[in-house]
């Protein structure tokens, strides 16, 4: 965020995540790129059977305090076992959310006078609505005190791009019937999270995927997973541990020209969370889920900033860019580029709503994945990111190189301005060459080793 008040230093401006603080009128800015807090650099997940979609984040962080509920943690059970039953059954439609929720309050109590005779699973109800809304309007119309997540992918690009993260979910097994027009989604409570303190590991991708199933695409984990995890967490970090991930409770999806209310209910009798518990951690949350959703007012507030606390500050911001041009310039030197970043702590004389901010960034931001992840007892995180880490679909992956950004002009002659300049200066080129060949490297590598996986287990090594 350094980059239009002090122009002799170079930031990446393209990417702005926040982090709202519990019980405080302050939040965290933090840049796209490796800051000194190094432990809450993060990125952020959609997870289904086969496919993971990685937005490149972090973020600002806050909001006011979580309730303390008793949620199942997936990541306590053994991945090798499968879960009793995956279902998504879906009801008829109905006009708007009221109607919605009179009718998975219907299912619920239909439910529980006749409960499966397994011991786990998971179970999705939705209930289709005609009328399209907006799934961030749907998440700000709720009580807060409940975990809650948002994820919408790249508007405007989706089709140039070949592919939506929130579209391309469904597969030849699954029922894609709604799937293939998703444009976003907003989920609170969780039917089971998975968080543990120590890196993610194998064990932990199971763990998750032990709840997950091509048949039912729209049964999905959403969460982020620290970039170094092997640093100490930072204060507004540790709510989320080592990584954190939610499959919602209650989920409102928005679709092209409609919507969607769903409720998942998830047991596991070995990880001491019955069908009666989770039936009733259900029932508790729908008594209070708004059905009224008003039309919100997607523009910046003008919040009166009371102070701002930069880390680094300007001298030694300063001196950071000094050494890494030394360092670069030193015949020696291995490095070619260098992303500096600082987080930012401004306190406002009241409350802010991440929800509200993230609205405002969806409009800016077509271009781009917003997203929010709160856990319970825990601040925001919050983000509008052009970047797409990678994409990966059964054996097929992709990534994006995205670097040598640019503010926009005031007008279409800027723009053009800008766009000539951009494409024809040498050290953008570099900038950008450099990341392509780092990603191309690194996917060449990852297509080796899973290679050399295929072909030791059939025994030829």
Request: charged share 20%; aromatic share 10%; with cysteine.
């Amino acid at each position: 965020m350094t980059g239009r008040k002090e122009k002799k230093l170079e930031t990446n401006n393209a990417s702005v995540f926040i982090l709202f603080p519990s019980h405080s009128h302050s939040f965290h800015l933090f840049p796209p790129s490796v800051s000194q807090r190094n432990s809450i650099l993060s990125v952020f997940f959609l997870l289904t059977h086969h496919i993971y979609n990685i937005i490149y984040g972090k973020g600002m962080f806050g909001n006011e305090a979580r309730r303390a509920v008793a949620w199942m943690n997936g990541c306590e059970g053994d991945p090798k076992l499968p879960v009793g039953s995956i279902e998504t059954r879906t009801l008829t439609v109905v006009p708007s959310p009221s109607k919605a929720m009179e009718r998975l309050n219907v299912a619920i109590r239909e439910l529980k006078c006749s409960p499966p005779p397994l011991t786990s699973g998971i179970l999705r109800l939705q209930v289709p609505i005609e009328e399209q809304i907006e799934a961030i309007e749907w998440l700000h119309a709720q009580h807060d005190n409940l975990p809650r997540c948002f994820f919408s992918g790249r508007r405007s690009r989706a089709n140039r791009n070949g592919f939506n993260l929130l579209m391309d979910i469904g597969n030849e097994n699954g029922d894609t019937s709604f799937t293939n027009n998703l444009v976003g989604v907003a989920g609170v409570g969780s039917a089971v999270f998975f968080q543990q303190l120590h890196p993610f590991s194998h064990h932990d991708w199971r763990s998750i995927k032990r709840f997950l199933s091509p048949k039912c695409p729209l049964i999905r984990a959403y969460g982020a997973i620290r970039f170094d995890a092997t640093a100490n967490i930072s204060p507004e970090w540790k709510a989320f541990g080592s990584f954190c991930f939610m499959v919602p409770q209650v989920e409102f999806d928005e679709l092209e020209g409609s919507s969607m209310l769903a409720t998942t209910i998830a047991w596991d009798n070995a990880l001491s969370w019955t069908w009666d518990e989770a039936i009733r951690s259900l029932e508790t949350t729908m008594q209070q889920i708004a059905s009224v959703v008003v039309k919100l007012k997607k523009e910046a507030s003008g919040e009166s900033i009371l102070s701002k606390t930069h880390v680094p500050n300007k001298t030694h911001w300063d001196l950071a860019v000094k050494k890494a041009l030394q360092a670069i310039n030193t015949s020696t030197s291995e490095l070619v580029k260098v992303v500096l970043a600082r987080s930012s702590r401004i306190l406002t004389a009241t409350n802010i709503d991440p929800i509200a901010w993230l609205a405002c960034l969806q409009v800016e931001g077509e271009d781009a994945y917003q997203f929010c992840l709160q856990p319970p007892n825990g601040p925001a995180f919050v983000g509008n990111t052009p970047e797409l880490l990678f994409h990966r679909k059964w054996l097929s992956i992709s990534s994006e190189a995205l670097a040598a950004t640019r503010a926009r002009g005031e007008s279409r002659a800027l723009d053009l301005q800008i766009e000539h300049d951009l494409l024809s200066s040498p050290k953008d080129h570099l900038e950008f060459t450099v990341v392509r060949e780092n990603i191309q490297n690194k996917l060449e590598y990852v297509v080796w080793f899973c290679h050399m996986l295929a072909v030791h287990s059939q025994g030829y090594i």
